[in-house]
T-cell receptor
Framework: AQSVTQPDIHITVSEGASLELRCNYS??????LFWYVQSPGQGLQLLLK??????LVQGIKGFEAEFKRSQSSFNLRKPSVHWSDAAEYFC????????????FGGGTRVLVKP | DAGVTQSPTHLIKTRGQQVTLRCSPK?????VSWYQQALGQGPQFIFQ???????QRGNFPDRFSGHQFPNYSSELNVNALLLGDSALYLC?????????????FGDGTRLSIL
């Protein structure tokens, strides 16, 4: 069975500082990995995805993530955070065999201090 | 290009009632998935519809049922509502068979049970 763990429930970061959100997954084969962002009262917006190939993937809004198979991790990073990055971030794992069903982590809420 | 649209935006029901939520997928998509997101948690997979049939189902009781129409739109029905059914219900669409194709989410329907 697929599972995703996001160890940090809340993270507070100063504007302009770097950000790293952790994600660990469990899946028997090569997973498809995603990061979504959710602003209050909104749906989920896709930030980036990993299917295969280069383990460092670039996404929208200046985010990037690195897939590390040996650590079963897919951490999200941003070099310099903007106040508009305050939101909830979800890591998700999917697989073609599962027909695009996604399993989500519990999310990390990011607060940005001025 | 219209994205995933859901209606209604908000809904208030009482225990024991029945509710129907609606979803129109992104243009060109043929698969609709439904997720339940309780407050402070990540989305949980309810079920997925393709070619008007339920393909996959998560760990939800039979009170949760759905339908997909020939135009790919979908409905989620919940019978005998419980207080614990209060949540944000998210619809996501994708193209089946496109391995790892990211799902596109709507803004959700906020269901409150009194």
């Amino acid at each position: 069975a697929q599972s995703v763990t996001q160890p940090d429930i809340h993270i507070t970061v100063s504007e302009g500082a770097s950000l790293e959100l952790r994600c660990n997954y469990s899946y028997g084969a090569t997973p498809y990995l995603f990061w979504y962002v959710q602003s209050p009262g909104q749906g989920l917006q896709l930030l980036l995805k990993y299917f295969s190939g280069d383990t460092l993937v670039q996404g929208i809004k200046g985010f990037e993530a690195e897939f590390k198979r040996s650590q079963s991790s897919f951490n999200l990073r941003k070099p310099s955070v903007h106040w508009s990055d305050a939101a909830e971030y979800f890591c998700a794992v999917g697989a073609q065999a599962a027909g695009n069903k996604l399993t989500f982590g519990g999310g990390t809420r990011v607060l940005v201090k001025p | 290009d219209a994205g995933v649209t859901q209606s209604p935006t908000h809904l208030i029901k009482t225990r024991g009632q029945q509710v129907t939520l609606r979803c129109s997928p992104k243009s060109g998509h043929d698969t609709v998935s439904w997720y339940q997101q309780a407050l402070g948690q990540g989305p949980q997979f309810i079920f997925q519809y393709y070619e008007e049939e339920e393909r996959q189902r998560g760990n939800f009781p039979d009170r949760f049922s759905g339908h997909q129409f020939p135009n790919y739109s979908s409905e989620l029905n919940v019978n005998a509502l419980l207080l614990g059914d209060s949540a944000l219900y998210l619809c996501a669409s994708s193209l089946l068979g496109q391995g790892g194709q990211p799902q596109h989410f709507g803004d959700g329907t906020r269901l409150s049970i009194l």
